[in-house]
């Protein structure tokens, strides 16, 4: 019996971007995910090897980048549509493509800071010998943005040094702190909820010059703001948004469209004591 | 060169634990993952195979379940030195304990419901192709749990069945729901909104008999007020708190204790359309 | 215009279970993870929350359990077809029913011991100051089992121990180990090659009459065989596959079927070193 | 009480890199995740915001790049050290690197072939109605990889299309494969032998002008294989294996050093069936 193409369909999974849109009082943020499916004419790429009615996938990414600049920031459906309308347009031999977008649900703090929804802990540790019991509480996963008030400058480079230096970056983090109550008898909850106040208020506040110099102020900020509390350690992952390069598009970027990536990502350690 | 034993530890990982405290107005809920590690004099076990100093991993994962039950269910710091008191009260082989506890965080949203922090996706799905367009939205990983009005009764009994009927049960789930718009026209923010705020309603203030009736009630509720949306898919899983027998600790457990499962789950589908 | 309920279907989603088949040479392992599907006659549940007709997810998870003694341990089609006969013949509200089955494939490393597939990997780490090097390698997640020679017994009770006193367990475990190398000169690659033969070589070969003692012999082993290695420390999880009590189904279970479990887990790390 | 920072560490984490080395009869692979973390003189980083000491963690995955060219390929313990000698020569800030190195194991197929450890699962699917019963097993997660024979050119090309043709790429998937049995009476474990290996031996030994055009060759070779499959779908995502450009680092990278990256992929399906 012959053997026949029943279906075939290809595309680019996981493409990942931001837009931040730069209102005079206030920035908007979205991230999506989008995925993108194209059906059609595609039955001599896969018995003869012939690509030429192939589009790659690394183009569909690309597209996701180049429009979501003119994307209002607003409805994923208009999004979409803008999507299918262009690979649909441009492309005769496709007969359907497929969208499908995933939108990242941030919440606002501030003008320009935000928090992700996620899956935020509450944590502690205790080591109790027969002598002594030391409690050690924290916060992991706090997942927080700001699309201002954040730059990198004036770094050491070597050889290897490819990163250009930054006035206005996109810092976006999943803070773990752990600290240490000077007493067994600390009043933890309203402890616990003063600590986690504090690092917020100096993420959105304070400028930022590195994630090095953001991570000791909010050690600092905890330490002045609970008594109770004798030492903090933070551990901060530089959730790298980058600037998209468009120019090879034609259009420029002016801040507004990044890629997030997971991996690899910076790692920022501190620990404070009062002394 | 003589070999030594340097040091040796050992204990229960992801203990989980649900406890319910039960007020004339509210239910309080705490959702724990608790590790625990003894050090101390341990070297027959591992040297001679000599286990009489050993409290199995196995009491340690039923002693947080029997102590859930006479903690405040406030703070964690208290659990946790609750826990290093008795181990460290009745095991006089141990030199440390230590115990880690996370809580997951629960936002309420009424005198029995809450939301888990988690990671909701607002989504979208276009399918173009040169006749037409299709856009179904939805919700995806929209965590919820009641404490109160949920039930499962009169069901199907065979050879294999052991489950007990029960007319008070947590009710955990994880929402996603899909819906086809029947116009690309329509307003897409608003309408998200009113379709995810009747599930919410749904879900918090319809008695539960069973998950199935759940779900269509809240297919219902959706179609219902949003004109816009001509059918409605939803997909709940069912994150079963399952109830821990107590008894052989010579206590009882009014609905109070639970070990949240993550396998096996139910998977309720369900969807409805206008005709 | 009337709502109508359009599709509806439940079922069970990730029942685990583990069959070990008793040979006279040797034991034959099967590790299946099942999803069950049922659609049917279930409007009235939907609708008027009439149960009458729902056979109970835990039901069909009893029902894989139960079935699983009597499947030949061998093709995972034949044991989903039984699957669809049982559930078809004694429910005629069913008009359909769908199981999915993933099997993990198991290598065989010896009569009664295997290595899962997963997801090994070689590690090294190197701290290095202006005065000193320091080299520690080893491996992650080497995922074994073995389902003879492995006992729990004598251990200590008090009021909350349940935990059974067994001659005969599944050990299943992920090692992670880590040594240290006396010199920076060591010949890396045959000694990685050595210390991983003798960790697998004790798992194998030594009765265990507890995780601790087959990780100290583990590291006792390593040390033996490779002069350069100054000292290690292991960490092996307790990958619980707990026995499942069929009396309630009028079946006997003489260690043939397991459920595993990923949480709660035991732990345990010890550490050895020359002297 | 004064507060001082008491610690501090900086660095990189899963840093990400693939090195192929090219004998005349064969290629070696490594694929490793680096991590690195700097301590030394940082304070005035954390103090004033002085970012002259702060070599950028971007740098330091560049390094991880640049170092992997010179390396042997061989021991990931030499590479480490290799990468401390480094950072401590140019950086006279630091008083310790930590480096940590984790090697994916791949094993072997052919010259030019491997396939990565991981989770392969044998899968299957009955349907059963009381009129009939469908059969579908296959494949779930066979981990991959070519670093010959794989070639991408002459695809269609617009404004937004920046990908570079090809004569030489990695070609790394995991496959997911599904076929039908023509009946249920079918020997499904040799038919699944069978097709597995018609698989593996279609990617070890055809030339690949498009992972389109080698997932079509693997479903003709499967049912050409097995009388008693009658269709099979593939599903192909595209593991992308980016080549680094080295000339800011003024060296060349004749396809030896890459960037596996999970984020973006591609993604190719095809069905094929007896007509």
Redesign the interface.
Known sequence: ????????????????VVKITRHADRHDLAELTV?I?FEGA?DA???S???????????M???VN?LAKSWSG?????F??Q???HF?R??PQL???????????WTRLAQHAFTG??????????????AA?G?E?GI?NLIVLKSAGSR????????????KETTDRIFATAITATWS?RT?Q?A??PCWRQARAAILKTFIERDS?????T??AM??AV??AVEDIS?IRLSL??KHCLLIDMA???LDNPNEIFVPT??????????????
């Open positions: 019996m012959p053997i026949t193409l029943a279906n075939s369909n290809y595309g680019k999974s996981r493409v990942r995925n499916q595609f790429v896969h018995l090897g012939d690509n030429t009615s192939v589009l790659p996938t690394d183009t990414k690309n597209t180049a607003e409805q994923i459906e208009d979409g549509c999507l299918t309308d649909l441009d492309n007969s359907r493509v497929r969208i499908k977008i995933a939108q990242t649900e929804g996620s899956d935020e802990k509450r944590t502690t540790q205790i080591i109790a010998t027969r019991v409690i509480s992991e990198f400058q004036g770094y050491k480079k070597d050889r290897y040094t490819t990163l109550y067994p600390a933890f909850g010059p590195s994630v090095q110099h991570a000791y050690g600092e330490l002045q030492e992952p530089n090879p598009f034609g997971d991996e690899p990502h910076g790692l920022i350690e501190v620990s404070l004591q009062r002394t």
